[in-house]
């Protein structure tokens, strides 16, 4: 299947739509140029024969110490009883003034909407067209993004000892 729909990318959205193909291990996945990801997962949901009409999951992925990290999109096809991971490797320099950056895929799915909040939250990758970027699960004036491997515990908050 992640063949056939390799190909249909190719064919209907872009050459470079898919970066690579990852077919080993428990769950094939399909690595996508992040410029082409809101294209693909139209095409994803409205082509019939495809029909992933599900996003169970947005999982974000760091690599530290390298400088990149990955979402891990899980799709499934609920009429055709398929399931489907995409992947976005996003380069960024781990700055805190340079957010890494994809687009959101809220407008395909609205459940990336807390997906993609939780990804922003948690470990600060920022969806460019997202309707409500804001944290969802920390304090809004908390600095950083505590699921990062590199990120350090403040010594307090408001005056209360963290550690």
Known sequence: MIEKIYSSLEKHIHPDAVQSLETSGLQPAIYLNPQYLKQVCYFLRDTEGYYFDFLADIAAVDYYPEP???????????????????????????????LPTAPSVSEV??????????AFDLMG????????????????????????????DPETYHGISVK
């Not at 799709?75 to 781990?94: D, F, G, M």
């Not at 460019?128 to 809004?140: C, K, S, V």
């Open 68 to 98: 990149y990290f990955e979402l891990v999109y899980h799709l499934t096809s609920i009429p055709y009883q398929q399931q489907l991971v995409l992947k976005v490797k996003l380069e960024n320099n781990r700055s805190s003034e340079e």
């Open 109 to 118: 799915w609205r459940t990336a909407d807390w997906h993609e909040r939780e």
């Open 125 to 152: 990758i920022y969806f460019e067209g997202h309707p409500d970027l804001r944290r969802i699960l920390m304090p809004d004036d908390w600095q950083g993004y505590p699921l990062r491997k590199d990120y350090q």
